[in-house]
């Protein structure tokens, strides 16, 4: 990513240009990116391709000033930090649903460490409700933040298993990885029946007084923990939506699957 591209991503979250990768730029970063950038599925239900390539990321979150999911964003995310000098190992991981670990490459988050800490941190802008902030790698009790409790605990085979609230999240495997490993796991989340993006339509970002989802054709407003519904009736209204609350200018309406 050139210093262009640096500028324009910054600009696209409102940020400044740190001086040095620090924990505290580091922990700005990552909270104006989920405030600014939604996790959302809206490509799969367009029938848009989802290629995991630096140039193609950028030109759909910066460029477009779309979203993504946990590939796109944190990958693109990724870019953006080794580029400001962060030390940056894309990491998978396999979601916790039912207690069983879901496919391989399930997830991509990321292993950050900075100039100015001894930690390694765990940077996840993609996996929709989450940590506001990167959680500390080295830490095994709780660490209470914004988006709750998290915990991370030793799991076999060196893994480590991420909590929130006491309720299991993912399985982190240590292992670098390279972008270029998820494509199957992507193509798998963009086409398989048994997946949950194909089977619904999610776009969400997190505010300053809670969260914004719009699923399918359900606006979900969350206001300090007050929840507020509203069902759109018409596309001209679900276009709406995508353009006031996310930024996203759309030609037509994305369709949800068919319950």
């Known amino acids: ?8 991503y910054l600009g696209r979250i409102g940020a400044a240009r740190p001086e040095r990768p620090t924990l505290e730029a580091l922990r700005e970063l990552h909270l104006r990116h989920l405030h600014s950038v939604p996790f959302e599925n809206v490509s799969i239900h367009l029938g848009e391709d989802i290629v995991l390539e630096e140039k193609a990321l950028f030109d759909k979150i910066v460029a477009s000033r779309r979203g993504g999911f946990c590939y796109e964003a944190n990958g693109v995310f990724a870019s953006l930090l080794t580029a400001l000098g962060f030390d940056v190992q894309l990491l998978e991981a396999r979601v916790l649903g039912a207690g069983q670990p879901g496919i391989p490459y399930d997830h991509l988050a990321l292993r950050v460490t900075t100039a100015d800490s001894t930690a ?3 940077v996840d802008v993609g996996f929709g409700d989450h940590s506001h902030y990167p959680l500390d790698l080295t830490v095994r009790g709780d660490q209470a933040e914004p988006g709750g409790v998290f915990r991370i605990a030793e799991a076999p085979y060196g893994d480590l298993d991420v909590f929130r609230n006491g309720d299991p999240a993912f399985r982190l495997n240590l292992r670098p990885r390279v972008l270029a490993d998820f494509r199957a796991g992507c193509w798998w989340h963009s086409t398989s029946p048994q997946s949950k993006f194909t089977r619904s339509l999610v776009c969400s ?3 300053s007084e809670g969260r914004i989802t719009l699923t399918g054709r359900k606006l979900v407003t969350t206001v300090s923990g007050s929840r507020h519904e509203r069902e759109l009736t018409t596309e001209a209204e679900v276009l709406a939506a995508y353009r006031e609350h996310f930024d996203i200018a759309l030609d037509r309406t994305p369709e949800p699957p068919l319950s």
């Not at 990513?1 to 324009?8: A, F, G, I, K, L």
């Open 1 to 8: 990513m050139d210093t262009t591209q640096v500028d324009s």
């Open 120 to 122: 390694s941190w765990l």
């Open 205 to 207: 970002r997190l505010t």
